[in-house]
């Protein structure tokens, strides 16, 4: 029988392949993304130079053998995160000389050149505590600027990116190992691929809507003059 394995935006998943193998819902359900850096890219097994089947970003919002000096943003009300760069204070090397910046870049370029099939799925986590990851989204790039932070009391300029996170309550992981497995960009499946994403494909953006709650104001709340319910409350 087979399992149907799934990431759906806001559900937690076991990140613990060290002492959970078996029940792992991460780094075994994606074989070859590793366990270690934010930035994950997955390669076509079969398909040379065509960049990542799939990309994984994952943000730690707890403490971690791995020190990130930067903080990502995720804002389901505006369907966007902002993702910092994988560079760091170094001597030898640039910015833009990071394995994880130069990968998110060549992806931002195709983007921007309207080569959509070109675009690898981008899937974001976050890390909220030890033996669990939460799903935020498969999402794309669209917009990057270059900025200054400070990394161990000293200035570093590193990328900061845009993600919009699509219309996709679900990412079947079926689908990204297919892309990860395929003999060309012709024999992706797509029809495992969430709407959104065929959308995209298609030139089209569709972002996550979500509707937020409006807390009225103590005159929104009270009853029109000299209606039946402003009688009630006066007697």
């Not at 270690?36 to 943000?59: M, N, Q, W, Y």
């Not at 994988?86 to 640039?94: E, F, R, T």
């Not at 161990?152 to 845009?162: C, I, S, T, Y």
Request: with cysteine; hydrophobic share 35%.
């Amino acid at each position: 029988m087979t399992i149907l394995r799934k990431y759906k935006i806001g559900h937690d998943y076991i990140d613990d392949i060290a002492n959970s193998k078996d029940k792992d819902q991460f780094v075994k359900w994606l074989p070859g993304i590793g366990n270690s850096k934010g930035i994950r890219c997955a390669k076509f097994h079969l398909i040379k130079d065509e960049g990542p089947a799939f990309i994984i970003l994952v943000t730690r919002e707890i403490n971690h053998k791995h020190y990130n000096p930067w903080d990502d943003i995720i804002d389901f009300g505006s369907s966007k995160i902002y993702y910092w760069g994988d560079a760091k204070h170094s001597i030898v090397k640039n910015y833009m000389d990071f394995d994880g910046n130069k990968a998110l870049m060549v992806v931002y370029e195709n983007y921007l050149d309207g080569n959509n099939f070109k675009v690898p799925p981008i899937l974001h986590f976050s890390k909220k505590k030890t033996g669990t990851i939460s799903f935020n989204g498969v999402c794309i790039i669209t917009n990057v600027e270059t900025t200054w932070f400070q990394d161990m009391q000293k200035p570093v300029k590193n990328l900061r990116f845009e993600l919009s996170i699509l219309d996709a309550e679900e990412v079947n992981v079926k689908w990204l190992l297919n892309r990860a497995n395929s003999s060309s960009k012709e024999h992706i499946d797509n029809r495992l691929a969430p709407k959104a994403w065929d959308s995209f494909l298609h030139g089209k953006i569709n972002k996550l809507t979500l509707i937020k709650k409006e807390i009225l104001n103590r005159e929104n709340q009270l009853p029109g003059n000299n209606s039946y319910e402003a009688e009630i409350l006066l007697n």
